[in-house]
């Protein structure tokens, strides 16, 4: 057995713990683990995470049940473990779930020592495991879509299927934020942003390339600048032929790379009136209403493009005047076919319902139906006459007012 070689001397209350714990139940052991797990607080500095800030206080505990051998414990020990050293031992003993739980771990991931041969040649469902961490480190994210360090000579394959891997991470999603002026900080939790964003000048500007492009920068942060947009945006022309009136699932991956690389560009009106769809997609998902009061007139020109387009456009959510408008837009959408009639209605339910989980604060307009602070009797005729209207619009839609 490995001796404990750690230069290190626990403390009173440790070695307390450590003595419960060398002695209690695997369950009560991985329960006190999962509760006294380490990680980063929350904002921009869980991106910049520094793995020596993570074992404080622990190493002995750890230690000791690590030499417990239990699979409960090892399981425990893997997934919300701070020791590195002890995290590699029970991943190196431990069964797939084991390790599977050392991967997503904070303190670990990409430290483990069998880390880049899974990236190399591992199952995808290993790999995206590791990729998905969301702790790891920019210099290692920044390297990956640079194809530098580590990754020098990876081959357009086996780099396709990683970004795949890696395309959902929450860290690529996750804006800088911080209450403090750091430029070097932000630089450094920026740049895999903008490494992520220039594939799309060197990759094979192929429809395989480009699915996997369009998948990344779909959830990936914005960089700041980006040169040479026009190039890049002709570089993607490779679109396949569709048929007209044209469906936003009928489209090539290339024109979507387009529709990500376009919503860099900030002139709005160069956008709208631009000849390429593409171009005019990015448009739909960010223009501001109050600077396009007839935005509803643009379903004349791209009609269920359009309507996909302005569902993610996070502007038409804010308020209940264009939430309402974008509704009706919904409505008046042609229907692909007689037995898809609900389908672009049912895609804005799906919308709403999304957006009041996750932002309630843009619905907030809709409590001057619900409250009258000065006479409780006018809530419930606020109530009365919100139900009426909503009512006479679900009659009107089925024309059933006659």
């Given at each position: 057995m490995a001796s404990f070689s750690y230069n290190y001397r626990a403390g009173t209350n440790e070695r307390i713990v450590a003595g419960y714990l060398s002695k209690a139940a695997p369950d009560a052991v991985y329960a006190w683990l999962q509760d006294n797990k380490k990680v980063p607080d929350e904002g921009a500095y869980s991106g910049l995470w520094r793995y020596w800030r993570g074992g404080e206080n622990r190493r002995l505990v750890e230690y000791l049940l690590w030499r417990?051998?239990?699979?409960?414990?090892?399981?425990?020990?893997?997934?919300?473990?701070?020791?590195?050293?002890?995290?590699?031992?029970?991943?190196?003993?431990?069964?797939?779930?084991?390790?599977?739980?050392?991967?997503?771990n904070p303190n670990a991931g990409i430290r483990i020592q069998q880390a880049l041969d899974i990236l190399k040649e591992g199952p995808f469902f290993t790999v995206e495991t590791l990729l998905c961490n969301r702790y790891l480190p920019s210099e290692f994210l920044t390297n990956f879509f640079k194809r530098a360090g580590d990754f020098e000579g990876l081959d357009d394959d086996r780099f396709r299927l990683l970004i795949?891997?890696?395309?959902?991470?929450?860290?690529?999603?996750?804006?800088?934020?911080?209450?403090?002026?750091?430029?070097?900080?932000?630089?450094?939790?920026?740049?895999?942003?903008?490494?992520?964003?220039?594939l799309a000048k060197t990759v094979p500007a192929t429809q395989e390339w480009a699915k996997a492009i369009w998948v990344l920068l779909l959830n990936c942060q914005q960089p700041y600048s980006y040169d040479n947009i026009d190039e890049v945006l002709e570089r993607w022309q490779?679109?396949?032929?569709?048929?007209?009136?044209?469906?936003?699932?009928?489209?090539?991956?290339?024109?979507?790379?387009?529709?990500?690389?376009?919503?860099?560009?900030?002139?709005?009106?160069l956008l709208r009136k631009s000849d390429d769809a593409a171009l005019r997609m990015a448009f739909y998902q960010k223009f501001n209403p109050s600077a396009y009061k007839d935005w509803p007139s643009f379903l004349e020109l791209d009609g269920e493009e359009f309507v996909d387009a302005a569902l993610?456009?996070?502007?038409?959510?804010?308020?209940?005047?264009?939430r309402s408008a974008l509704s009706r837009v919904c409505r008046d959408a042609p229907a692909r076919s007689l037995f898809a009639a609900d389908d672009i209605p049912n895609m804005y339910l799906a919308f709403e319902q999304r957006h009041r989980e996750q932002h309630p604060q843009w619905f907030a307009d809709e409590g001057q139906y619900f409250m009258n602070l000065n006479d409780p009797k006018d809530?419930?005729?606020?109530?009365?006459?919100?139900i009426e209207r909503a009512l006479v619009e679900i009659l009107e839609r089925n024309d059933l007012t006659t």
């Open positions: 417990r051998n239990d699979p409960v414990v090892d399981h425990g020990l893997a997934r919300f473990g701070t020791d590195i050293k002890m995290i590699q031992r029970v991943y190196d003993r431990g069964d797939t779930s084991t390790r599977l739980a050392a991967l997503t795949y891997a890696l395309h959902n991470n929450e860290r690529l999603k996750t804006p800088y934020e911080s209450l403090y002026i750091d430029g070097f900080n932000e630089y450094t939790y920026n740049e895999p942003f903008y490494a992520a964003w220039e490779i679109d396949e032929q569709v048929e007209e009136p044209t469906q936003w699932h009928q489209r090539s991956f290339s024109f979507n790379v387009r529709v990500c690389i376009a919503g860099l560009i900030r002139d709005d009106e993610q456009n996070e502007n038409l959510w804010h308020s209940m005047e264009n809530s419930i005729e606020y109530r009365l006459e919100n």
